[in-house]
Structures are given as structure tokens and as C-alpha cells.
């Protein structure tokens, strides 16, 4: 089904009989060339550049849950392209540039929202760190824009500038970031993949691994034996849980990072606020709530829910920030687990075992890397090369001593 | 959460910063035993990364200073127990098999 507003228009009109599900709930075949593991955001991107960039449309994914119901519906919806490192600014820009297309590209309305992402600094070396990444971004032909003090308080006026124990002396200033309603990005790419051909099998849980001879040669599931020539596996947050069926480890701890909303309010956020004294950021959804969040939890979990210690903190590091913020009630948090990999960074590479492939090490900033991950993801299963702008993310990236560490802390998963 | 620090008793894990998993001991350096690359980048950047009863490492910074191991569970954040990290690996070394705090 096409959505435009005529269509829309006709459907009022003749009492919204036409409406047809939005994608295909699909049940399992026997075999298929990619079987994807995974039917989050990556997951489904993947399924849809496969088949439509790429022309693989005998596909699977696999999803345990429903799709869209883990760390794709969870995060904080936030995009931008704000990295300094050759090995990641590339990646991410590519991503934004496939962002600000993407409405158009798999017809779903997901909101895509450009109203910038400010970073603000508090001290003399601060700025210049933010200049430096400022210019390092511009190099790759990214918009940047260092802000002074006056500049950030016409954008916005309601933060603490003079009372503060580390006052805003300006920020970082990209226009092109913004926000993504979220779900709408699964659910449009589920609708992309599924036009082109794609099986989308939702409560189907992968519980093995077949592999003869050192290739894959299917996965055992909840729902049967799916064979398949490629297995792309592709479960950030679960990664080294699912890996564990074919025997491998991976550079990947599991931690928890918790979000919040607020109750909703009449627009005073116009863009995304991240605070550079503490770990805090901040946007406004279209429905009025502050969606705000800070630092993972910091020790390793697999449970969808973190502790008191670091909600105190994030909402410590919102008052400095913004002390009216005081004033709202925070109504919701909850959590997803995050792949912390080793440098920060994250992997799109093969196995060593033939056939199996391996997407995840998001750290909490897979969201914003969704249609780049996806695009580079399919690029990967179907030429067996990585693209062009997904060369550094090799899991022997460390044996090599390639490390793309943008914080520089070193092999300390929870510091990234 | 509480962590069991064995030193100070129940402490509050703010008063605590966490580490990371404590999957193996460190390879040993020097003479004959100086670490392969690889073995060396197993400990480094290689996990299990288990969903369950984990083993991880936490430093009591606003107590006693001391490097102590948790015994405790990623799926529900129950904390079983707590072993000083110096006697931790001597301790685990003693029983190969028995996965420790159960």
C-alpha cells in the first residue's frame, strides 16, 4: 500500500475500508538465502537494502519478540553525525544523508525531524575539544557550527547560565541532528522489506546454530529448522548470547542504559541539549514529554531495568542544566541493554565461521546509525566486501590495534 | 543494590565503581611465560559475556579502597556475595569446576 495525503483523503471519505496491514506477518519457508537474526531497526534495515538496493529478496527475519520491541523502540530517538574519528565520521554521515531521504525512500512517515543537536561546553579546553571535533567534522563535509554564549541563549533561554557551578560558555552546534519517532523507523522499513518480498517472522526465537565443515548452513529456532546459505545475525544487546550458538566470543559487555519522560508540556526544547559538565541530554517529543537520560548503569545486566543511584544522577545533572525542569514530573524510565564494545565502536564484519555475519557493538548509539547499518549490513552479506564508509569495523580491529576509540579511555567497555 | 564488601559489610554500590567482568585471570608476564598476542587480546578485549551468574569487578573507591570481585546475577541483579579480588582467582583456582557465589 502507497500512503500519500490523497490517500488519505479517499479513505476519509469512503469510511477507511481500504486500509490494509501495514506489512506481512510471515510464516517460516524451509530455506532462504540471508536469514537475518534480529527484527529490530539494524535487523529490518538490513532486510530492506537487501532487497531493494541489492536485489536479495529470498530473506528472512527473525525476530524473537515482536519487531521493533527491543532497543529500537527504547532509545531516546536522537540523530546525528557529530564524530571525529575517520573511521566513524563517514559511517555516520552516511547514515544522516540516508536519514534526511528516508521518509520519501520506504513511504512511512517517521517523522524524521532536523532541529538540531547542540553539545554544550563549560570550559576553556572543552571548547577547544569541540572546535577541534567541529573542524574534523567539516573536513568530512559535515555541518558544524561553534556557538558562543550568546548564540546558545537565544536557542535557548531557559538554562542556567548564571548561577551555575560550570557555566555554558557555548556549544557545538550541529542543525542537521534532530529526532526520529522510532518505532515508525521499524515499522516503515518492516513495510519497505515486506513490499520487496521479504518474510518478517515475528516469536521466532534462533536457539542454535547448524554448522558443518565450519559454514552455517541454517539456524534452529522455536518455530522449526530454517536452512539458509548466509546468516546475518544482528541482535545488539543479546549479541554475545546468540554468537555464544556458534561457539564465539566477542568484544562486547552488556550494560543497561536507562531513559526518561517527562509529563508533557507546551514546547520549550526546541532541539536535542546534551550537557557537558555531567552526563545528561535532552529533547522535547512531539507529544510534549521531556525525553531526557544520561550514563548507562555502569556494572554489566542483561535485565531491561536499571537502579535509583543513576536516575538520581541524570536528574542531578537536568537541574544543573535546567533547574525549571524541577517543576515536571518525571513519569516514565525504563531501560535497554546495551553491546558495550571495547573501543566504543561498532562491528559490521564477517565470522570466522563462512556464511555467519555479525552486526552489533552499538554502545548506545545504534539508533542513529540504523539506516547506514542496515545499507552497509546489506552490502556486506551481498557483495562479501565491506562498504566503503564500514571499513574499520572489523572484529579483529583489536588484534590489529585499530581501535576507533572517539573518548580515548582504553579497553573499559563502561566508560564509553 | 548492596554489595557485600568484605572488608566494610553491605554497603550501598554507589560507594562503588564498577570494572568490568572477571572472565579470567591475567596472563602472567615475564621469562618464559610472556603472553602470545592473542592470548594477550583474549584477556583484553574478549568476553563471555554470560547472561546469568557473572563475576565482575568493582572497586570500593568510596570505602576502603579495595579491589573486591561480585558474585551476581545480570539477569536479575541479585548480589550473591563478594570475594577480595586479591584472593579471588587463588580461591576459583582451588575448585576449576564450580562456578562460585551459588
Known sequence: MRYSALRILMEGLTGNKGWTPTWRDAEPKAEYDVVIVGGGGHGLATAYYLAKVYGITNVAVVEKGWIGGGNVGRNTTIIRSNYMLPGNEPFYEFSMKLWENLEQDFNYNAMVSQRGVLNLYHSDGQRDAYARRGNAMRMYGVDAELLDQDAVRSLYPTLNYDNARFPIQGGLYQARGGTVRHDAVAWGYAKGASEHGVDIIQNCEVTGMDIAGGAITGVQTSRGTIRAKKVAVCVAGSSSKVMSLAGLRLPIESHVLQAFVSEAMKPIIPGVITYGAGHFYLSQSDKGGLVFGGDIDGYNSYAQRGNLPVIEDVCEGGMSLMPSLGRAKVVRSWGGIMDMSMDGSPFIDRTSVDGLYFNGGWCYGGFKATPASGYCYAHLLARDEPHHVATEYRLDRFMRGAMIDEKGVGAQPNLH | ?102
Open chain 2, 1 to 102: 543494590m548492596l554489595i557485600p564488601c568484605p572488608h566494610c559489610g553491605l554497603r550501598p554500590s554507589e560507594e562503588f565503581t564498577p570494572k568490568g567482568l572477571a572472565e579470567a585471570p591475567r596472563p602472567v608476564i615475564g621469562g618464559a611465560d610472556l603472553p602470545e598476542d592473542a592470548t594477550w587480546q583474549d584477556y583484553l578485549h574478549t568476553r563471555t559475556n554470560r547472561a546469568g551468574d557473572t563475576d565482575e569487578y568493582f572497586h570500593h573507591a568510596l570505602g576502603c579502597r579495595s579491589w573486591v570481585v561480585v558474585h551476581r546475577n545480570t539477569l536479575t541483579h541479585e548480589v550473591y556475595g563478594a570475594t577480595m579480588a586479591s584472593e579471588f582467582w587463588a580461591q576459583k583456582n582451588q575448585q576449576p569446576e564450580q562456578e562460585t557465589g551459588q
